[in-house]
């Protein structure tokens, strides 16, 4: 103990008693708003300033005033918008489907158990297909041209859709479902009432994990066999050893993801607030 | 409206948890069911509400439902069972959505259990912004809502801190003042079932069988007054002394299993 060196000190600490340290109130996060930003701009900037000084050649890593440039080469004459649009109509159409099969499956296995005994070692058999594997096969039933691509993205969604919603409705709280029969509600009351208001985190949950896989396969199937969009812009960038085009289209991708996340979370508010 | 249980056995595969009960509740009366963790309480109750089917025995009830009853056997759960989803008046609307009812009688029914729990200016309030026991009142206003002839209430202050409980108990009281509601009250407090009930039953532990029943003589607006506390905590002694003995050997039996 220092104190003990010095008798003065040692004394007064004895009459009046060790003051109480803080020992620190467990681990508290603390919020930075500004370091993410500050961290792109720094990533930028280095990969900018690495360019510009020649120790990175443009022609395979471009900087971001080129990306920039091209992205804007691309609003201008309507490139993007072209490609967006294919690729956009594509995830639509493919996510509504698997989403709407997969939730009418995924109900039935929640509540029924037949349906549940028959449906969980299918959808485990064919859960973790690739599904990108099956557009050739698809290509040959429905032709090159759109079904096949909605084929391919309606099934990637459709299992894990299965899945997140036949596990909601599981943790559902059976205490609701008891209270409900108590008071002699019919069953498809409860259905309505309970089961479906209380699967639908778990259901929304799924939502994010399908968005992304719907965004995956779009990419891939257009670069498999398309004319527009995005997969195919970017695919064709590359052939023609433009970079900048390139990256350009993987921002717009990356950015698309980003749109989505963003307005499942504003969906997730708006309809979860009573947690 | 009268409650007649005879020889009720229960078993959960092998497990034995209700072992021939006899019992019989009359109209108005307030019985309370007590016993050690495991001894088929809340099986009992289970059962008596039609939410858990009996291995053997027989359970049945006898008397006129009551005007504007539509549920006749309700339920006040130790959990609340609200829906979390659901405002406070979207909840005791919720047990009367699927009953036939003029929009002035639905009104009518969840408005006065509202004001009755005083719960009114809570009325659009979501379950989490409530407090426990601002959240068992929606659970009686729920159970009000349908005018029961019957009430079970399955550890109904369980889940609440003290002085919340005493509250809850003055609220079950006034209840009681009011209106002749027969009730099973399953708890694991003796102090609950002394404040409310008119007979006691003890089980014993697991398989449940009734070990006695205790009728408490003092009527029960007069049971915090002077006077009765000498019967009571006769009483008291008679049913901690059956108690103590059956909980503990539960306690033994639970850690050697």
New interface residues.
Partial sequence: MPDSLNPTAAAAASTMGQPVRFRGGGFTVKRHPWAALAAFAVLIALWEGASRLGLASPLFLPPPSAVAHALSGMVTDGSLWLNLKASLGRIAVGWVLGTAGGMLVGFAMGIFSTARAVGVPLVSAFFPIPKIALLPLFILWFGIGEPSKFATIGFGVFFPTVIATYSAIDSVPRNLIRMAQSFGLPWRSILRSIVLPGALPGILAGFRITASIALILVVAAEMIGAEYGIGAFVLMAGNLMQTDTLLAGVLVLSLLGLAIGTVLSQLERRLLNWR | MRLLVSDLTHRYDDLTVLDGIDLTLAEGEILAVIGPSGCGKSTLLGIA???VAPTSGSIRVEGEVPDGC??P???I?Q?F?L????TVEDNVA??L??HPLSSAERRERIDSGLRRMGLWEFRKA???QLSGGMRQRVGIARALA?RPAMLLLDEPLSALDAQTRELLMDDFLELWRREKTTALYVTHNLDEALRLADRVCVLSRRPGRIRELVTIEEPRERRQEPSAQAHLAEVRDRLWHLMKAEAQMADREIARA
């Fill in positions: 509400g039609g939410i539509l549920n056997i309700t339920f759960f959990d069972a829906l979390p989803w659901r919720l047990v959505e699927h979501l379950p989490k349908v």
